[in-house]
Nanobody, 126 residues
Framework: QARLVESGGGSVEASGSLRLSCAAS????????MGWFRQAPGKEREGVAA???????RYTESVKGRFTISRDNDKRTLYLEMNNLKPEDTAVYYC????????????????????WGQGTQVTVSY
């Protein structure tokens, strides 16, 4: 059974940095698209970034140039490096498993992902 466990969240001031990690188990990690998502209070869950099994990456417009998604297949771990954080980045961040490589494009669209982790809180203050 697929299991994802996020870590690395915390509270930082604006312009600060955080690195999120997502440890995966229970499935063949290197065969799947993986993604990061976030949900702020009162808002719908939105896609942040996705990385394909072959390494291609996609980002939502608001984080381009500030966030970097990466994966270490040997460690079965997904990462999200977040720099120049803004208060509007405050949310619970989740990782999830996307489509199997080749099944469809690896885009950070929540409806195409499953196996959600428990989330990790990121709070950015002014």
């Amino acid at each position: 059974q697929a299991r994802l466990v996020e870590s690395g969240g915390g509270s930082v001031e604006a312009s600060g940095s955080l690195r999120l990690s997502c440890a995966a188990s229970g499935f063949t990690f290197n065969e799947f698209c993986m993604g990061w998502f976030r949900q702020a209070p009162g808002k719908e869950r939105e896609g942040v970034a996705a990385v394909g099994a072959e390494g291609s990456t996609r980002y939502t417009e608001s984080v381009k140039g500030r966030f970097t998604i990466s994966r270490d297949n040997d460690k079965r771990t997904l990462y999200l490096e977040m720099n120049n954080l803004k208060p509007e980045d405050t949310a619970v961040y989740y990782c999830a498993r996307g489509p199997l490589y080749g099944a469809r494009s690896c885009l950070p669209e929540p409806s195409a992902f499953g196996g959600w982790g428990q989330g990790t809180q990121v709070t950015v203050s002014y």
